[in-house]
């Protein structure tokens, strides 16, 4: 399985973004879908989970502001970042568990997309 995110770049504060990350290969069934980032020296956070049944979870710090959502038919998870802050830059990472073929649960990470957001 592989994960490949998309959507980062550099932004003004106050400017939106939109992440995806679509999971790719021999997939059984995939569960909770998530956003995780790491910015320079701390360590990695959750930013929003999703649940197969779309329930959401959100970090205190981006709410309001980001929505996570999925796409079943494309194994694909997004996340729309609005009013972005100085402070939301980061390495932004998706984050998949699944049920494989064998009935085992399994985790897999996406490659990193930098977000900046700078003026």
């Known amino acids: 399985v592989q994960l490949q995110a998309s959507g980062g770049g550099l932004v003004q504060p106050g400017g939106s973004l939109r992440l995806s990350c679509a999971a790719s290969?021999?997939?059984?069934?995939?569960?909770?879908m998530a956003w995780y980032r790491q910015a320079p020296g701390k360590q990695r956070e959750l930013v929003a989970s999703i649940s197969r049944s779309y329930f959401r979870n959100y970090a205190d710090f981006v709410k309001g502001r980001f929505t996570i959502s999925r796409d079943n038919g494309k194994n694909t998870v997004y996340l729309q970042m609005n009013i972005l802050k100085p402070e939301d830059t980061a390495v932004y990472y998706c984050?998949?568990?699944?049920?494989?073929?064998?009935?085992?649960?399994?985790?897999?990470w996406g490659q990193g997309t930098q977000v900046t957001v700078s003026s």
């Open positions: 290969g021999s997939i059984n069934r995939i569960n909770d």
């Open positions: 984050n998949v568990a699944l049920t494989d073929w064998d009935m085992s649960s399994r985790t897999y």
